[in-house]
């Protein structure tokens, strides 16, 4: 059964740091590109970072670059979301999200809300 548990999320000021973690079990880690994707209250879900293999090159929204950085460890079959400089707007629920050909998973989400 494959599994992807987001953890780290939660309540900070703006310009304050989270670092959200996504542990996959059921998959091979290694062969998956992996995703963060957030949701705002009444909008669609974005994709705000990726990891790709094989070289493990990243790509960012333009909302989000040069604050946020995307990393994986596959020894521990998880990947980070280091959130820097935070804003309001950066408020939702951000999901983890793993890709490899057909195949598509995704996590249940942890809140991050931005707010003073």
Known sequence: QVQLVESGGG????????RLSCAASGITFS???MNWYRQALGKG????ASIM???DSTN??????????????N???T??????SLKPE???VYYCNAGWGIYNYWGQGTQVTVSS
């Open 11 to 18: 309540l900070v000021q703006p310009g304050g740091s989270l």
């Open 75 to 77: 020894a521990k079959n």
């Open 31 to 33: 062969n998956y590109v």
């Open 53 to 55: 293999k094989p070289d």
């Open 90 to 92: 950066d408020t939702a």
């Open 60 to 73: 960012y929204a333009d909302s989000v670059k040069g604050r946020f950085t995307i990393s994986r460890a």
């Open 45 to 48: 879900r974005e994709l705000v």
């Open 79 to 84: 990947v980070y979301l280091q959130m820097n």
